[in-house]
């Protein structure tokens, strides 16, 4: 199954719905920008609801090294998503692996060079505010990464939802998929039936590729 990462948690019975419905990655939002900001000790809740075998996602912006390395260590996360650009020095920074983040307009993507993705675990191409935590929950021309190769596992988000999904997934064949606000009914609370029909949504775009 093309991997689900279901992000901006911030509620012990979502978290735990997203790993029974077989989410690969869950997402916790910490930058003072997000509606959806828990602390490290909650994140730490969250993912103990999930259940074991989860992995365990924290979302930064403009946060320091020192303060990314304090939430990996408090909620003990397995990987750093970073909304910024990456220096050479992130991926053997925090202990854990890193996730890359493309933003996207209008024109092609411009992800890390090469060198440095090939140091991180996956890339994210994702439409972002700049200063704005995570993403806008707006969707981007994915003509513009479909059959390309990056150097690292792709992860999809950008407006996706229950009745996208399975389109995207068809153009792109990404990795992976990223959710936020496409499963929610406001910030940080998602909705068990838009959750549902996403995951059918997938099961039902990887069972037409085989």
């Known amino acids: 199954m093309t991997a689900v ?5 911030t509620r012990p019975e979502d978290a735990a719905l997203a790993g029974e ?7 916790f939002n910490f930058s003072a920008e997000s509606p959806r900001r828990v602390s490290p000790e909650t994140a730490r809740r969250l993912a103990s609801a999930a259940g074991d075998g989860v992995v365990r996602v924290g979302v930064f912006v403009s946060e320091g090294p020192a303060m990314i390395r304090e939430a990996v260590d408090a909620a003990c996360l397995d990987l750093v998503q970073i909304h910024r650009r990456l220096t050479p020095e992130d991926p053997g920074a925090y202990g854990v692996p890193v996730v890359a983040v ?3 307009g209008l024109s092609a993507p411009k992800p890390p060079p090469p060198d440095l993705l090939s140091k991180c675990k996956a890339v994210l191409f ?3 505010v ?24 792709v992860l999809l988000a950008g407006g996706l939802d229950p009745g996208n999904v399975a389109e995207a997934i068809r153009r792109v064949r990404p990795w992976g998929v990223d959710v936020a606000s496409g499963v929610e009914s406001s910030p940080g609370v998602k909705d068990p039936q838009k959750m549902r029909r996403f995951f059918d949504a997938v099961r039902s775009a990887d069972g037409a590729a085989l």
């Open 5 to 9: 990462k279901i992000c901006g948690l």
């Open 21 to 27: 419905l077989g989410a690969a990655w869950v997402g």
């Open 102 to 104: 493309a933003h996207m």
């Open 126 to 128: 994702d439409v972002r």
């Open 130 to 153: 700049p200063g704005r935590a995570g993403g806008t929950g707006k969707r981007f021309d994915w003509s513009l990464v479909a059959g390309r190769s990056f150097g690292a596992p």
